[in-house]
C-alpha cells in the first residue's frame, strides 16, 4: 500500500480526542491511549504514515479513523490481540484497496461471531480473530446502523442517536462536528443556547428550526455528558 496520509482538509473531517470520546461516547482516557498505540504506533509503523495529527495540543483524526476507531475498541474489548487487528487491517485494506477498511460496508455487514472466534467473511474469504472475551455482535450492529455509505461503500455520515432523530455528523458540513441534518447548524450552538435557560421554543424561532430538532440536540449533548 502506498504511504498514507490523513491530511488536515475539507471533506475529512475534524475529531480531537474529547470529540471522539463524545460522538462514541467511550471513555476518554480509552481514546487517548487507542489513537496511541494504534494510530500513531503500530498503524502509523504498518504504512509508513499518519493516521491522526495534532491540534492545540491534543491528538484529532478524520471521519473514516472515527468510524474504524469504534471498530477496533469492540475486537479489543473481545480480548482480541493487537497484532491479529492490525493483520486483519492489512489484509482487508489490500483487498478493497483502502486505507479504512472497517469503515467500508462489506467489512461490518460481514463481522459475525460463533461464541469464540470473530469472523470477518467478504465475496467467499473469511478473515478470523481469536478473542479471550465475548464478542458484543450488538454492538457493532446497532452502530452499522446509525452509518451511511457513499457510492465507493465507505462510511460517509453518522448519526450519533440512530437515524430517527436529527443530529448527523458528515465531514462535508463543519468538518464534522454533530450538527442538525439538512444544515449548518452546530449542535453544540443549540445546546449551549438551552444551558443558557433559553426556551426550547425560542431557539427554534431563532434557528428556523423544529422544536424536535432542538431536542435531539439536547438529547445528544446530554447523552455524551
Known amino acids: 500500500m502506498e504511504k498514507f496520509e490523513n491530511k ?16 462514541l461516547q467511550l471513555p ?15 498503524l502509523g509503523q504498518a504504512y509508513e504514515g499518519n493516521y491522526s495529527w495534532t491540534i492545540d495540543k491534543t491528538k484529532a483524526v478524520g471521519f473514516h479513523t472515527l468510524v474504524e476507531f469504534y471498530v477496533m475498541v469492540q475486537f479489543a474489548e473481545a480480548g482480541v490481540s493487537t497484532r491479529q487487528v492490525l493483520n486483519a487491517h492489512k489484509e482487508l485494506s489490500k483487498k478493497f484497496k483502502t486505507s479504512f477498511p472497517f469503515a467500508q460496508k462489506a467489512v461490518l455487514e460481514s463481522i459475525h461471531h460463533d461464541g469464540k472466534k470473530i469472523y470477518l467473511s467478504t465475496n467467499g474469504d473469511t478473515v478470523t480473530l481469536d478473542g479471550t472475551k465475548q464478542f458484543n455482535l450488538s454492538f457493532i450492529k446497532m452502530f452499522f446502523k446509525k452509518l451511511e455509505f457513499d457510492g465507493e461503500s465507505l462510511a460517509s455520515r453518522y448519526w450519533p442517536l440512530g437515524k ?9 458540513h463543519r468538518f464534522g462536528q454533530p450538527t442538525v441534518e439538512g444544515t449548518n ?29 432542538v431536542k435531539d440536540a439536547v438529547k445528544f449533548f446530554k447523552s455524551a455528558a
Not at 8 to 22: K, R
Not at 28 to 42: A, C, F, L, Q
Open 8 to 23: 488536515l482538509q475539507l471533506g475529512n473531517g475534524i475529531y480531537t480526542t474529547v470529540e471522539i470520546a463524545h460522538i
Open 28 to 42: 476518554y482516557s480509552k481514546v487517548r491511549s487507542w489513537i496511541t498505540k494504534y494510530w500513531d504506533g503500530e
Open 164 to 172: 430517527t432523530h436529527k443530529i448527523v455528523c458528515d465531514p462535508h
Open 185 to 213: 447548524i452546530q449542535a453544540e450552538a443549540i445546546y449551549k443556547m438551552f444551558l443558557a435557560k433559553e426556551p426550547i421554543s425560542f431557539i427554534a424561532d431563532l434557528y428556523e428550526i423544529s422544536e424536535v430538532n
